[in-house]
C-alpha cells in the first residue's frame, strides 16, 4: 500500500461522499457486481431516512458529546393535547429546523444516556475513552495491487497503544458473533487493520466496542471483542477477493451479473425423502 493520507475532523458526509472504495462498497460486490451499481442509481425512501438512528446518536454522544449537543435535541415530554405541551413541542420543532436538529424523544433521549453510562462503566471501554483517543479518523490509500483507491473510517483510534476501534449497537448482544458473519465484520477488522498499519509502523490491536440496545436485568449489556488471527486472515481474503473483482468490472467498464439461485439444502433433502 502507497500514498496513506490520514486526516482527522473530515465530516461524515464528505466522507461517504468520495468515490473511494470502502469496506460497504465490497460487501455490494461480494453479493454481486451489479449491485455496486443498483445502489448508485436506486432511490431512498426519504422517510426511511429522516427517521432517528438511535445507534448514530449513540456514537456522538460517546464519541464526541459536543457534536451530540450540536446535533440533536430532546422532545418535550408534556402531553401534546394540551395547550402548554402543543406549545412547548412547537417551539422545538422550529429551533431544530432552525438549527438543522434532529429531535430524540424523552425515552431515546434517556435510553442513549443510559447505554452510554453503561460502556463507560466498562473497564476496558473506560480505558479507552480516558486515553483521549482520535473519533472517526479517515484514511485514504492507493493499494498496491489493485491501483484502487481506497477508504477507511473506524469510530476511533488510539496512536499510542496502537488500536483501532468500532462501536456496534446490537439488539442481540448473545448474537453477536453471528453478526460479524452475517455484515462480514471479520472483513471490517482486517481492511481497518491494513489501512491503518502503514501509519502507525506497526500492525495496530483492533476491538468491536459492542453495546445492548435491549435490557438484560434492567441494564444495558457492553462487552469488548478481539477478533482470532484466523478469523481476521479470512476478512482479509475475502476484502482481496472482491478488491479483484472491483478492479477487473471498473477495467471492463461492465458492471452486469445475474445472480446464480440455489435452493437450501433443506430443500434438496425433503425432495429426497418424498
Wanted: proline share 7%.
Amino acid at each position: 500500500m502507497a500514498e496513506h493520507e490520514l486526516l482527522h475532523g473530515i465530516p461524515s458526509e464528505a466522507y461517504h461522499a468520495d468515490p473511494a472504495v470502502s469496506k460497504s462498497r465490497l460487501d455490494l460486490v461480494a453479493q454481486s457486481p451489479a449491485m455496486l451499481a443498483w445502489d448508485a442509481a436506486a432511490p431512498e425512501d426519504e422517510d426511511a431516512s429522516s427517521q432517528v438512528n438511535i445507534g448514530s446518536a449513540f456514537e456522538a454522544l460517546l464519541l464526541e458529546p459536543g457534536r451530540f449537543n450540536q446535533s440533536y435535541i430532546q422532545d418535550t415530554d408534556k402531553p401534546k393535547n394540551t395547550k402548554e405541551g402543543k406549545s412547548e413541542a412547537q417551539e422545538i420543532r422550529d429551533r431544530a429546523d432552525r438549527e438543522g436538529l434532529e429531535i430524540l424523544s424523552p425515552a431515546d433521549w434517556r435510553k442513549i444516556r443510559l447505554m452510554m453510562e453503561s460502556a463507560m462503566a466498562h473497564p476496558v471501554v473506560r480505558q479507552i475513552m480516558d486515553a483521549g483517543p482520535i473519533p472517526q479518523p479517515s484514511i485514504w490509500w492507493t493499494d498496491a495491487e489493485t491501483g484502487l483507491r481506497c477508504k477507511a473510517r473506524p469510530d476511533l483510534m488510539m496512536p499510542e497503544r496502537p488500536l483501532v476501534a468500532d462501536i456496534k449497537i446490537t439488539g442481540q448482544i448473545e448474537r453477536f458473533a453471528n453478526s460479524v458473519h452475517d455484515y462480514r465484520y471479520h472483513v471490517q477488522d482486517a481492511w481497518a487493520v491494513d489501512a491503518f498499519t502503514p501509519v502507525y509502523g506497526r500492525e495496530p490491536a483492533s476491538v468491536f466496542i459492542v453495546v445492548s440496545s435491549t435490557l438484560s436485568a434492567r441494564k444495558y449489556p457492553v462487552h469488548v471483542y478481539e477478533l482470532t488471527r484466523e478469523d481476521r486472515d479470512q476478512g482479509r481474503r475475502l476484502y482481496r477477493r472482491d478488491l479483484e473483482t472491483y478492479a477487473h468490472r471498473e477495467e471492463l467498464g461492465d458492471w452486469t451479473h445475474i445472480e446464480p439461485l440455489t435452493r437450501p439444502g433443506w430443500a434438496w433433502r425433503q425432495d429426497e425423502q418424498e
